[in-house]
């Protein structure tokens, strides 16, 4: 069974850090390209960044370029995510989301973990 | 970037009805990279439909989608309680992927 698994949300202050971790299990996670994906409190859902399945290929959204960074470990099954600088419009559940291996959508989503920029 | 533009924002129907909700793409892509998702309240999106049209394992017969181009549809046949929920659209054609900002459909 396909299982992703993030961790590391919480309470921050703005201009702080916090890294976000996803486990993966149940497929070979180095096949996969993954990424982040975001939701604001009562708002919709903002794609973050992606990473090719070897790590070497990443992108990321306007909102976060420059101060979130991307990263895998295949031999550890995870994604992470890297974030400083944060605003408080980073407020959101953050979700690690599994691309279809033909390229067909995000097939397989985490439960999510909160991170939440406020003094 | 794409931007994806879903119309009715929200959608007020009975159980039992059908909902045709609609996505629109900036520009024309190939329909291989849109996929709608459902999101019900404190859950994760799950994916519906891949390639405009391919219902994803699991997914209901009720659930069709169509389109090309730059115009993608969503219906939802004879509406079950459990189809309440927020519905998005999304390309992953071209980096950055792009959601539509979603279309409610909820209890008339």
């Known amino acids: 069974e396909v299982q992703l698994v993030e961790s590391g949300g919480g309470l921050v202050q703005p201009g702080g850090s916090l890294r976000l971790s996803c486990e993966a299990s149940?497929?070979?996670?180095?096949?996969?390209?993954m990424n982040w994906v975001r939701q604001a409190p009562g708002k919709g859902l903002e794609w973050v960044s992606y990473?090719?399945?070897?790590?070497?290929?990443?992108h990321y959204a306007d909102s976060v370029r420059g101060r979130f960074t991307i990263s895998r470990d295949n031999a550890k099954n995870s994604l992470y995510l890297q974030m400083n600088s944060l605003r408080a419009e980073d407020t959101a559940v953050y979700y690690c989301?599994?691309?279809?291996?033909?390229?067909?959508?995000?097939?397989?989503w985490g439960l999510g973990t909160l991170v939440s920029v406020s003094s | 970037e794409i931007v994806m533009t879903q119309s009715p924002a929200t959608l007020s129907l009975s159980p039992g009805e059908s909902a045709t909700l609609s996505c629109r793409a900036s520009?024309?892509?190939?329909?291989?990279?849109l996929s709608w998702y459902q999101q019900k309240p404190g859950q994760a999106p799950r994916l519906l439909i891949s390639?405009?049209?391919t219902r994803a394992t699991g997914i209901p017969d009720r659930f069709s989608g169509s389109g090309s181009g730059t115009d993608f549809t969503l219906t939802i046949s004879s509406l079950q309680p459990e189809d309440f929920a927020v519905y998005y659209c999304?390309?992953?054609?071209?980096?950055?992927?792009?959601f539509g900002q979603g279309t409610k459909v909820e209890i008339k």
């Open positions: 989301a599994r691309r279809h291996w033909m390229g067909m959508g995000f097939d397989y």
């Open positions: 149940g497929f070979t996670f180095g096949d996969f390209e």
């Open positions: 990473s090719s399945n070897s790590g070497t290929i990443r």
């Open positions: 520009q024309s892509f190939s329909s291989n990279y």
């Open positions: 390639g405009a049209s």
């Open positions: 999304q390309q992953d054609y071209n980096l950055p992927y792009t």
